[in-house]
């Protein structure tokens, strides 16, 4: 059984930082590529960061370019997504997924992900 479990998700003020984990169990852990979305309220749930199978290759959302880093654990079977300068607007439930889609551009688009952890809010305060 594959299970995808996020943690790290809290309550921080505007320009902190912050690293969300997402332990994975249950699957090839090289084999899939991973990546955050976010859902705010109210809102759609977009895509925010995806790395490679190999780790090498990293993808952002433009809103988030430059502030976050996708990494990844082999050892631990774990994602990281490192959030810095925090705003209000980042605000949103994180969640980690996997995928086997091939193509990067495959990445960005949730209907892509073979598995989905349960989420961890981040609540940014002004």
């Known amino acids: 059984q594959v299970q995808l479990v996020e943690s790290g998700g809290r309550l921080v003020q505007a320009g902190d930082s912050l690293r969300l984990s997402c332990a994975a169990s249950g699957l090839t852990f090289s084999r899939y590529a991973m990546g955050w979305f976010r859902q705010a309220p109210g809102k759609e749930r977009e895509f925010v960061a995806a790395v490679s199978w190999t780790g090498g290759y990293t993808y952002y959302a433009d809103s988030v370019k430059g502030r976050f880093t996708i990494s990844r654990e082999y050892a631990k079977n774990t994602v990281y997504l490192q959030m810095s300068s925090l705003k209000p607007e980042d605000t949103a439930v994180y969640y980690c997924?996997?995928?086997?889609?091939?193509?990067?551009?495959?990445?960005?688009?949730?209907?892509?992900?073979?598995?989905w952890g349960q989420g961890t809010q981040v609540t940014v305060s002004s």
């Open positions: 997924a996997a995928t086997t889609a091939v193509l990067p551009s495959s990445w960005y688009t949730e209907g892509n992900y073979n598995y």
